[in-house]
Structure formats: C-alpha cells, structure tokens
C-alpha cells in the first residue's frame, strides 16, 4: 500500500508542479497578486508530496519490502541498514527520485528564504523551477517508476553492487546532486531576469549565494567520488578522466566561472549578458552530465545501464532547456546595458582573464568527452580519448590561470598597477624560490617538472596568506587593529583566501602524485618484506573476516621507513554471495 501512496504522491506532485509552472508566471506577467501568491504555497505543497513519495521508497528497502521490483533488484534482507537506506538512489529509478527531491527541496527553500526578492520575480523564479520538476516527474512517471511492483514476490533480493556498498558511495550521490541540481536555482534565477528584462548587481546578489552553495556541494561530491575511486577501484592518480567523471567535472569548471564573473557583476555591473550565459550553461551541462549517466551511451563504473528510449527523453528534455533559454537569451540580451567600463589591467580584467581560462578549459574537456561518441555515432569507428589528451591540454590551459590567481586579488577596481600589485607578493615570492630550490636539491634528478610545479603551489598558498596579511595590514597597525580587521572581514574574502590556498594544495598533491608515485607488483607470503621507494612493507599475517553480507580475507601489513614504523595496512579480498562478486578493499 505504501508503494502505491508514494506513486500517487508523484502523480499529485505532477499537479501542482503544473500549476506551479504556469499561474505564477501569468500572474507576473498580467499584474494579478492572487496568481502571484500561488507560487510560495505550491512549492511547499510540492516538497511535502515528492518527500513522502522519496520516504515511501526508503521505506520499503529499509523493511526489504521485494514486492516492489527496485527494491528486489537493489536490496537484500542482509545489507546493513545504511546500504539500504543508500541503496534508494544506488539504482537509476531511485536516484532520479532522489534528484526529484533536492529540485523541489531549493524551489521550496526559495519560497522560504526569498522575502528579499521582489514577489513577481519570485514567481518567475519558482515557476521556472516548477517547469524543470515537471520534465523529471514527467520521466519518472511515464519511465522510471520506482513504484513498481512485482509478482510473484521473490523470497531475497538480489543485493546492490557490492562496489557501492561504501561510506564514499552513500555519501557521494546527495552531495553530488546537491551541486547538480543546486545550478537550477542559477539557471531559474537567469530565465526569470531574461523575462523581466533587467540584470544588475541587485540581481547578482540575489543569485551568488544560491550559485555558491551548489558549487560547495559539488565540490565535496567531486571529492568524495574520487576518494571513493582511488581506494575501492585502485585507480589511483589524481583524476582518470573518465567521461562520467568529466560530466561532473564541466559543471564544475563553468559554476566556478559564474561564481567569479557575478562578482564583476556585483561589485561594477558589467558581465551581465556573460554571467547569464554562464548560469544557463552550468545547468545545461548538468543536464548533459544526467543525459551521459542515464542514456547507456557511456560504458563507464559510474553509469546506469538503463534503456534507449531513456536517453532519448533525457536528451529531448536537455534540447527543449538549452533551445528555449538560448532562444529567450538571444532575444532579450542585447536590450540589457553592458555596465560600467574597466581597464585590461584590474580586477575586473583578471576575473574576465579567468572566465575566458576556465571556459577554454572546459570547452576542451567537453570535446575530449564528447568527440568519441559523435564519431561512432557518425562513422561507427570507437575511440577512446584518454588522459594524456586531458593532462596536456588541460593543464597548459590552466597553467597561466594559476599564476595569476595569486595577483588577481590584489589588483584595485576599474584600473589598476600590475607591476605594484607583483610587488605587493614580495613574501609569496620569497617563498616560491625557496621551494624552488628546495626542491631542486632535494630531486635533483628530477622529474623536471615537478620542481616548478611544486613552487607553483607553494607560490599560490603564501599569497593567498600574503593577501589576508595585507587586508588586515598585519605589522603595519597595532595587532589589535589587525584582529579588528580580521573580524570585519566579509565572509566571501575568507572564501576567496582559503579556496585558493586550496588550490595550492591539490597542484602539490597533482604533482607529487603525477611525479613520485612508485608501483611495484609483487607475490608476498606472511613473513616476507618488500621495498617501494624510501618504504619498506612487511606482510604480517592474514585472516578470515565474516562480514554482514560477505566473507573476507584480510591481510595486515606493517609500513616502515628508515626503520621507523610509518602505518599498519590492512586490505581485504571480499567475496559476496548476493550479487556474486569478489570486489577488493584497499
């Protein structure tokens, strides 16, 4: 019965959403309040019916109810109870739920937390939102349900893959769809503006924090998918560039772009055609992240191996977003006045620097991803484009943004001294060369590519530090004039300083990892010792391990360098009956 009332919470949501989608934005358009008022109520009413719709589904897999046929392909009776609440969106049908769910869960928060917008913009902002919630129920109703039931009920399920029965895995998809979705409210916000006809730095302030959540959130998915990737797959490496990891990647690098050309926006309003753009952008390749994992076009650990009439309705549904918006941007864009001018060299100048990097850059990662599948479509032929593809085009493009993502900060509005602003870095300078040389001495041997690479983040972490000491002016006024500095400081510099400190450290951890790694094959039996670069790994012993729903060997391994002991490591072989996989845990 319960399978039932969250099928038909779907179908109700799909009622409202409709309502939602068209009433509000009439009622904008023809001055009626009452249509207006409509929007902040069903977005409400929305989240209430697609969140008991997603609750009636963790439901049944937590009661391992296998008359419903997405639990009985996805669960079993034996899983603990965390893989089965993460196996609801371990499956296409469930995740697509769950996606359903953080959609309305930002239409509602907008409701909640938009008092400051005007209410005709709302509406517009929450209808267009309410226009996306239609074309995913749409798809979940006519094609994904995971309502379904089936007969005769099978005494087990057949279990969930046992490569996602992982802390990383159940945390990764949430956190990835928060950022996913989460460009929606970017992508509405832009629509909404394109039909009301005006861009400004009201409307950049409005729409940055929305933009700054979805990135965050996407940025820690990103994070833990490629931690989960590196010790349950052994991959290893920095990024694989597989074309799933890249649909998540392209979001990323054009989120980053629009975070940085609001703030132009913001602070001079000018940008503004670019940063909608921008915002229609990132949510398109978001679409076309969900077209990739859901169409079966990909052969990939992390698509779902689902039907072609699917991805022909994803891939209707991307081309009605991209056409409609691009359509409506073609039309109103060039009525918006560009803004206030600025010189090549100043603020303004090095963020457009970078939105030119990291569109460049994300254009490239697009055709490396893409290019493969146009061929095959076209000519049959398959190809793989692979990482020394990425790694040389990507990382020479991004190389320049780099170095200059330390200046940009400390360069003035409008016009600005670049000579002056270098100057400013005396310290990060100082501190690049010494890593320079350190490094040089210490690897002499090379790579040689390692050692510039290495000064490069070093070069990035101290300006970032080097920037904050300037806008505190420490040793310059008295310390606690700098602490009052410190605490009148805008949120959004903080941010600024901590994620380009950031960035200093993943090129360290790039290029350690792309320089030094060292891998070694080896056949060890308990008691002998084997040695990888400056570490010497001892096999102690190995044991039966009986999990809740596997049985394991495990072997320990004692690490030690220059006799010291560094960790103790303990892989294990697992063997799971349902579905019948060996799967390795490093």
């Known amino acids: 019965m319960i399978a039932e009332l969250g099928h038909f919470s779907l179908v109700l949501a799909m009622s409202v959403a409709l309502v939602q989608a068209v009433f509000p934005l009439l009622g904008a358009w023809r001055g009626n309040s009452g249509w207006v008022g409509l929007a902040r109520p069903a977005a409400f009413v929305q989240l209430f019916l697609v969140a008991f ?54 239409g509602a928060a907008v409701a909640l937390f938009g008092g400051n917008l005007p209410a005709e913009f709302r509406a517009r902002v929450l209808s267009v939102q309410a226009m996306i919630s239609v074309g995913f129920l749409a798809f979940v109703l006519f094609t994904s349900n995971p309502f379904e039931r089936l007969f005769p009920v099978p005494i087990d399920g057949q279990g969930l893959n046992p490569l996602l029965q992982d802390p990383g895995l159940a945390f990764h998809p949430p956190f990835l769809y928060l950022g996913y979705v989460g460009f929606s409210m970017a992508f509405s916000f832009a629509v909404a503006a394109l039909i009301e006809g005006r861009v400004d730095a009201v409307w950049a302030r409005w729409v940055r924090p929305w933009t700054l959540a979805a990135w965050c959130f996407l940025t820690v998915g990103i994070a833990l998918g490629s931690w989960w990737a590196y010790y349950e797959l052994g991959w290893g490496g920095w990024w694989f560039w597989d074309p799933v990891e890249n649909a998540s990647f392209m979001p990323w690098l054009a989120g980053t772009a629009l975070l940085h050309s609001s703030v132009v926006v913001e602070k001079r309003d000018s940008l503004k055609n670019w940063t909608v753009f921008l915002a229609i952008l990132t949510f398109s390749l978001s679409l076309l992240g969900t077209f990739l994992v859901r169409s079966g076009v990909l052969t990939s650990v992390h698509a779902f191996a689902t039907d072609p009439a699917r991805g022909v309705y994803i891939l209707a549904f991307l081309l009605v977003a991209i056409v409609g918006s691009l359509t409506l941007y073609a039309i109103r864009a060039p009525s918006m006045k560009g803004g206030g001018f600025f010189a090549p060299v100043s603020r303004e100048g090095g963020l457009v620097f970078n939105n030119l990097v990291l569109s460049t850059a994300c254009a490239t990662v697009l055709l490396g991803t893409l290019y493969p599948l146009f061929l095959d479509a076209l000519t049959g032929e398959k190809i793989t484009v692979g990482p020394p593809y990425f790694n040389s085009t990507f990382g020479l493009l991004m190389l320049p943004a780099l170095i200059f993502m330390a200046i940009g900060p400390m360069l003035r509005w409008k016009r600005a001294d670049l000579l002056g602003a270098v100057q400013r ?14 490094t040089l001495a210490l690897a002499f041997d090379g790579p040689w590519l390692a050692i510039p690479g290495l000064a490069l983040g070093v070069w990035m972490i101290a300006a970032a530090l080097e920037e904050a000491a300037h806008r505190m002016r420490i040793f310059r006024v008295p310390a606690i004039e700098s602490w009052r500095r410190f605490r009148r400081s805008p949120r959004s510099a903080w941010g600024t300083t901590f994620a380009h400190a950031g960035a200093g450290v993943v090129i360290i951890g790039i290029v350690a990892s792309s320089a030094w790694q060292v891998e070694k094959l080896q056949i060890m039996r308990p008691g002998e010792s084997v040695t990888v670069g400056s570490f010497d790994f001892r096999f102690v012993g190995a044991a039966q391990i009986k999990g809740p729903n596997y049985a394991a060997v495990g072997g320990t391994f004692r690490v030690t360098q220059d006799g010291a002991q560094v960790a103790f490591l303990k892989p294990e072989s697992r063997k799971y009956p349902d579905p019948p996989t060996d799967t390795t845990e490093a």
Not at 425 to 438: E, N, Q
């Open 425 to 438: 870095l005396k310290f990060a300078i100082v501190a690049a060369v010494i890593a320079l040389l350190l």
């Open 53 to 106: 719709a997603f609750g009636a589904l963790m439901y049944a897999y937590i009661t391992s109810d296998f008359s419903v046929l997405n639990v009985a392909t996805n669960s079993h009776s034996a899983k603990p109870l965390l893989y089965k609440i993460s196996g609801v969106w371990g499956n296409h049908e469930g995740s697509l739920l769950l996606w359903l769910l953080i959609l309305v869960l930002f």
